[in-house]
């Protein structure tokens, strides 16, 4: 059986409040969100489209809690991010080279859907709820070709 990795994933504690501000003071970058270990199964090489399904669910998991995102700024030092930062961080987390546009595409399409020119501005004038909801249209909609 070839090495997935997937029994290396351990859920990570939060440090104190006290540990944070340290490393905030100390411009010690944060510790990444831990993930669901279930949204890292391998990707078969002759379904592209199931790794564009898999870089949606996991940055819409970077963002599904409230203080996890952002508007306005892409990420920050406390590891918030916004709709295009998830992304870019779920594909950084799957090791996707950056000319992988599926994910955005299918994202970008229902902003524009919803009367946006991009993603950005759908996030900075959107609500963290419609902004997941967004997400779920996206899953949604790469789930069909997948």
Known sequence: MPFDGLNYLAPATKPSMW????NYVMGV???AKSVPAHLFQPVPATQPDALTLQVLTIGRALIEDR???VQRRYETRDGRRCAVGALRGAARMLN??????GA??????VAMGRGFN???SMNDNSTHRQVL???DDAITR???HA
């Open 104 to 109: 955005n595409a299918v994202l970008l399409s």
């Open 142 to 144: 790469a789930s069909r």
């Open 67 to 69: 203080k996890d995102w």
């Open 19 to 22: 540990t944070r501000l340290t």
């Open 96 to 101: 996707v080279p950056t000319t992988q546009s």
């Open 133 to 135: 909801s967004a997400f």
């Open 29 to 31: 970058p944060p510790v």
């Open 118 to 120: 991009d993603i950005e």
